[in-house]
């Protein structure tokens, strides 16, 4: 299979700081990625789709000015969660496809204090 | 009605019998299927993908699909307690990797020694 990561795997930070997580394709090259959020004991859910070289799509009720995609290249998408919250505590995982299959990073456990 | 249905379980089977695991979507626009484990926080792991309908053998696993009956299931023999996780079904229309997956809940499986 294809392998995703994500880095940093686990983050601890302050309320109203800032958060980059970072997802690389590192064997293959992806147009489109996927953010997911996942809360404990809940399945994942959709947060947005990540297109290289565009302007990310959110799903219905995801802040995109919380929220900043950046997908600047065909092997790295960034996610940001600005003015972090405890609300925003959760277990981050992106994904991305190659042929029709979806792959995912390890995932950044995130806890905002 | 939600669009991907899986029983929570938790779904206890004895190590060395055959776990069943089934999910049921509800658009019938879906053409890829897949399964997925998911160990107790880590990230998604694909199993299986199928396409088509009838049966998709991959080691001790089995997927099946009946899209008449908008079924999809996962068979895992010689159940082991490794195995011993939430396995996830999701689905998506299309083919192409620009779109995302829509999962279910998933069913908590546990084999016991």
């Known amino acids: 299979g294809a392998v995703v990561s994500q880095h940093p795997s686990r983050v601890i930070c302050k309320s109203g700081t800032s958060v980059k997580i970072e997802c690389r394709s590192l064997?293959?090259?992806?147009?489109?990625m996927f953010w997911y959020r996942q809360f404990p004991k809940k399945s994942l859910m959709l947060m947005a789709t990540?297109?290289?070289?565009?302007?990310?799509?959110?799903e219905q009720g995801v802040e995109k000015d919380k929220f900043l995609i950046n997908h600047a290249s065909l092997t790295l998408s960034t996610l940001t969660v600005t003015s972090a919250h405890p609300e925003d505590s959760s277990f981050y995982i992106c994904?991305?496809?190659?042929?029709?299959?979806?792959?995912f990073g390890p995932g950044t456990r995130l806890t905002v204090l | 009605q939600k669009e991907v249905e899986q029983n929570s379980g938790p779904l206890s089977v004895p190590e060395g019998a055959i776990a069943s695991l089934n999910c049921t979507y509800s658009?019938?626009?879906?053409?890829?299927f897949f399964w997925y484990r998911q160990y107790s926080g880590k990230s998604p792991e694909l199993i299986m993908s199928?396409?088509?309908?009838g049966d998709k053998e991959d080691g001790r696993f089995t997927a099946q699909l009946n899209k008449a009956s908008q079924y999809v299931s996962l068979l895992i023999r010689d159940s082991q307690p490794s195995d011993s996780a939430t396995y996830l079904c999701?689905?998506?229309?299309?083919?192409?990797?620009?779109?995302?997956?829509?999962f279910g809940s998933g069913t908590r499986l546990q084999v016991q020694p």
């Open positions: 994904s991305a496809t190659l042929a029709g299959s979806q792959f």
């Open positions: 064997d293959f090259q992806a147009t489109t």
């Open positions: 990540s297109n290289e070289g565009s302007k990310a799509t959110y």
């Open positions: 658009d019938r626009g879906s053409q890829s």
């Open positions: 199928i396409y088509s309908n």
């Open positions: 999701a689905v998506k229309r299309g083919d192409t990797g620009r779109r995302a997956l829509t």
